[in-house]
């Protein structure tokens, strides 16, 4: 697994905090969509693939744009690349808590979020899983500060299949926490909110972070 995609997952996974706290009560929420009669997990698992299926989607397209971008881009310096690595950092500061200025983000896909998110109401109470795949796919475009910079990240994946692997394995990081969340599973939870945890995982981003902007900067000289 390339360093890219490990760093990808680790923020999907130490941020599964953060998504439990905006998506965790949609997800458990949604349960009352479920026919009775019916096995709600596969209902869950669904909506979860919905989820990633758009995070994914986006990342094809970050990863494409970023491509266009980094040809018309008359320069040496990959500006791109330390653009992620920066998005990096700031990653692993917003997960570690010291600095939360990434929420700022959440503000700039209040439009777009203004235009979907009515979609949804039509699609409950579900019929069967595809209905709540779609509701999730729905719901991946929520606004969200996390999700938003690791798009910015993914611009510098190089194409478009890359920055949709890269928005996958952040969707995969996300999983294990807001399936939990969905079926009323509290086993993850504390685990995750653990300090040390989550102090371990930021440290771990920032210093990949660091090295990707010192192999950037070195290998420029």
Same mark, same amino acid.
């Given at each position: 697994?390339?360093?890219?995609l490990?760093?990808?997952?680790?923020?999907?996974?130490?941020?599964?905090?953060?998504c %439990?706290g905006?998506?965790?009560?949609?997800a458990?929420?949604?349960?009352?969509? %479920? @026919?009775?009669d019916? *096995? =709600?997990? @596969?209902?869950? /698992?669904?909506y979860?693939?919905?989820?990633i299926?758009?995070?994914?989607?986006a +990342?094809?397209?970050?990863?494409?744009?970023?491509?266009?971008?980094?040809?018309?881009? $008359?320069?040496?310096?990959?500006v /791109? &690349? %330390?653009l992620?690595?920066?998005?990096?950092?700031?990653? +692993?500061?917003?997960?570690?808590?010291?600095?939360? +200025? /990434?929420?700022?983000?959440?503000?700039?896909?209040?439009? #777009?979020?203004?235009?979907?998110s =009515?979609?949804?109401?039509? #699609?409950?109470p579900?019929?069967?899983?595809?209905?709540?795949? *779609?509701?999730g796919?729905?719901?991946g475009?929520? =606004?969200?500060? /996390?999700?938003?910079?690791?798009?910015?990240?993914?611009? $510098?994946?190089?194409?478009?299949?890359?920055?949709?692997?890269?928005?996958f394995?952040?969707?995969?990081?996300?999983? =294990?926490?807001? #399936?939990?969340?969905?079926i009323?599973?509290?086993?993850?939870?504390?685990?995750?909110?653990?300090?040390?945890?989550r102090?371990?995982?930021?440290?771990s981003? %920032?210093?990949?972070?660091?090295? #990707?902007l010192? &192999?950037?900067?070195?290998? &420029?000289?």
């Amino acid at each position: 697994m390339s360093l890219d995609l490990l760093s990808a997952f680790l923020i999907g996974l130490a941020g599964a905090v953060h998504c %439990i706290g905006m998506c965790g009560g949609i997800a458990g929420a949604f349960s009352f969509a %479920i @026919p009775k009669d019916k *096995a =709600p997990l @596969p209902f869950h /698992l669904s909506y979860n693939f919905g989820r990633i299926f758009s995070y994914t989607i986006a +990342g094809a397209i970050a990863g494409y744009l970023g491509s266009v971008a980094d040809a018309r881009i $008359s320069t040496q310096i990959p500006v /791109l &690349n %330390i653009l992620s690595a920066v998005f990096l950092l700031l990653m +692993g500061l917003f997960i570690g808590q010291w600095w939360m +200025g /990434l929420s700022m983000l959440e503000k700039a896909g209040g439009r #777009l979020w203004k235009r979907l998110s =009515p979609i949804g109401k039509h #699609l409950i109470p579900f019929k069967n899983p595809l209905y709540s795949f *779609a509701y999730g796919g729905i719901w991946g475009w929520l =606004p969200c500060g /996390l999700v938003y910079s690791a798009l910015v990240w993914s611009m $510098s994946a190089g194409n478009a299949l890359n920055g949709a692997s890269v928005m996958f394995m952040f969707g995969l990081g996300t999983f =294990p926490a807001l #399936l939990s969340a969905g079926i009323g599973s509290q086993t993850l939870k504390p685990i995750l909110q653990k300090n040390i945890v989550r102090q371990i995982t930021s440290f771990s981003l %920032i210093f990949i972070a660091l090295y #990707l902007l010192f &192999n950037i900067l070195t290998s &420029n000289n």
